[in-house]
């Protein structure tokens, strides 16, 4: 997808002609390869014959993972056993072409089977390779295993989070995997200010993500209140109000979004009430505050809620469901979702959450097959059908199209 208007015919992606090898498992590093390949890239992703854990996570149909599908469209499939010496002379022999590698093993692991940045630096000096893992690739936590959810933990995300539910001690349930995204993101970004950076020094370079810190990044106030001494208070805590039908989110994060709202809820003199007059009043009141604003949104619907608001500039929203959200009208004017096909069906993922007037950027139309590229790869590094077949066994499947 381009800016509206941009006729994209004849556009390429930005990174068309780069070549990536993907080691990478689950969801931080295959979501910033996934964003690599939407921007023209050929991202080659290497698995196992049974293929990574991510193939079995629903829904499943035919075998096939829209999860899965999700994270991998668009890159081509090679099967390689790591633990064998022609498995691993394949990978050299590709790593002579590539651009770049990602990876997302537990530190050390590839440096066991010889394929950590500094075995692989020797044979391509240019190569940008990327290292994501949950503490960093040294230090007394690097070894330690890490998802997610442990993640989150340790960042203290989830005990800033807590401090926001009025009345809960409990940490929550985690079941939506930020650090996994947000991670795979900063890996891209640190990939593409590599490349420039090649593009002016002709090197390569080792990148070290780390899960742990960019979880902490999103704790911005709670790092700074961390160091100094803060006078407790009510900060307001953006969450729902209630109407007569569900709740909506209100954001008050000015003066002239707070006047508005008094003034939807009909009471424009509490603009100048010593109890909500400055912001650091607010701050002390806001429950109060909060109370007066549910005495008007209970009285009316969700959707005649959103009109008042939405007709004073009071940044609002009904809560929505995942389905709701995709049905937006402004999603469709967007090209926000990309049909996909595979062994399954169609299914929809989502494009990346930007356009570019210059360059194409979107999901690629098809999901590859298990292994469904491996025969023209090893053969591109010199392997005959034989030497192939003898890595497993048997035939690998020739690519389509």
Not at 231 to 245: C, H, L, N, V
Request: aromatic residues 8%; charged residues 20%.
């Amino acid at each position: 997808m381009t800016i509206s208007g941009t006729d994209e015919r004849n556009l390429t992606g930005s990174f068309a002609g780069l070549r990536v090898l993907d080691f990478s498992t689950t969801i931080a590093g295959p979501h910033c390869t996934r964003m690599l390949a939407d921007m023209g890239a050929e991202v080659i992703k290497i698995e196992t014959e049974e293929g990574e854990t991510m193939r079995t996570r629903p829904p499943v149909r035919n075998n096939c993972s829209t999860a899965f599908g999700q994270l991998n469209v668009g890159k081509n499939s090679l099967v390689l056993d790591l633990k064998s010496p022609k498995g691993l002379e394949a990978v050299r022999r590709l790593v002579a072409t590539a651009d770049v590698l990602v990876e997302n093993f537990r530190p050390g692991v590839m440096r066991r089977l010889k394929l950590d940045y500094g075995s692989l630096h020797e044979l391509n000096p240019k190569l940008i390779y990327c290292s994501i893992s949950g503490y960093g690739q040294t230090g007394p936590s690097a070894e330690l295993p890490a998802y997610a959810p442990v993640i989150h933990a340790a960042s203290g995300y989830e005990m800033a989070h807590l401090a926001y539910q009025p009345g809960r001690s409990r940490p929550d349930y985690c079941g939506i995997y930020h650090a996994d995204v947000l991670t795979g993101v900063y890996a891209f970004g640190a990939i593409s200010a590599a490349l420039y950076q090649r593009s002016t020094n002709q090197k390569g370079q080792h990148i070290d993500v780390s899960m742990l810190e960019s979880m902490l990044s999103l704790t911005l106030n709670e790092l700074q209140w961390s160091q100094f001494e803060v006078k407790a208070t009510q900060r307001p805590m953006f969450g729902p109000i209630e109407t007569s039908d569900g709740y909506v989110m209100v954001a008050i994060a000015s003066e002239k979004t707070f006047q508005s709202l008094m003034k939807v809820i009909g009471h424009p003199e509490w603009v100048n009430d010593p109890r909500f007059a400055r912001y650091a009043d607010r701050r002390e009141n806001w429950g109060s505050l909060m109370e007066g604003v549910e005495v008007w949104s209970r009285a009316v619907t969700t959707e005649k809620c959103l009109v008042a608001l939405n007709n004073d500039g009071v940044p609002s929203s009904a809560y929505r469901t995942v389905a709701e959200a995709l049905r937006d009208p402004q999603i469709a004017h967007r090209g926000a979702l990309a049909e996909v096909e595979d062994g399954g069906g169609t299914f929809k993922v989502l494009n990346l959450p930007f356009r570019m007037s210059g360059a194409k950027v979107s999901a690629a139309r098809r999901m590859s097959t298990l292994g469904e590229h491996t025969l023209r790869l090893l053969k591109e590094t010199g392997l005959s059908e034989d030497e192939i077949k003898a890595f497993s066994g048997k035939q690998p499947v020739a690519a389509r199209g």
